[in-house]
């Protein structure tokens, strides 16, 4: 199920990921380029939810695709906060954090499934939680203005990527958890 529509989806948020990048080259002003990057951001994320109901809805679900599909979104959430990183818009710590849960928690995925206990660090509430809420202050942060003339994406922006960091944190420290019994009985 390499071409199904679902997984056609997650390709193009993955092909979308340089396109939101090469916006802040354009020769436009920033605020333009803002607009455009947020807007485009928000569509490829909208993917993210798509791709997953037509795949159940079209009974179109595979391996591939559910390998696939959260390497996209690790991608996209990793290319934004680079660019908001030299944006100066997030801070470099809080980029550190939750760039570095997804790599750790992706390598003890992976392991697990090496040792048959892919369960036990299966997505929960709580991950779920910590994507909303990055999925919530990128496009904020990346839009970098008012919105209807009061809402302060900045501002409201940096609280959901804190936010964030928190629960990405505890969706962390949940997963170690719930393999540490597996670590251990491995390790002996």
Known sequence: ?????????????????????????????????????TV???????????????ARRLNQTSSFGAFLDPVADKFLVCAALLILLQLDRVNALVALVIIGREIAISA???????????????VHM?????????????????????????????????VAILIASVLTIWSMVYYLQKALPEIRAKAR
Not at 108 to 121: D, H, K, Y
């Open 108 to 122: 003890l995925r992976e392991w697990m499934a090496q040792i048959g206990a892919s369960r036990s660090v299966a």
């Open 126 to 158: 709580i991950g779920k939680l910590k994507t909303g809420a990055q999925m919530v202050a990128i496009p904020f942060l990346l839009y970098d203005g008012r919105v209807f003339g009061v809402i302060d994406t900045r501002l409201w922006g940096t």
């Open 40 to 54: 485009l951001f928000i569509v490829v994320a909208l993917t993210d939810w798509l791709d997953g109901w037509l």
């Open 1 to 37: 199920m390499f071409w199904t529509l679902p997984t056609l989806l997650t390709w193009a948020r993955i092909v979308a990921i340089p396109l939101i990048v090469g916006i802040y080259y354009l020769p436009v002003e920033m605020a333009q380029r803002n607009l455009m990057a």
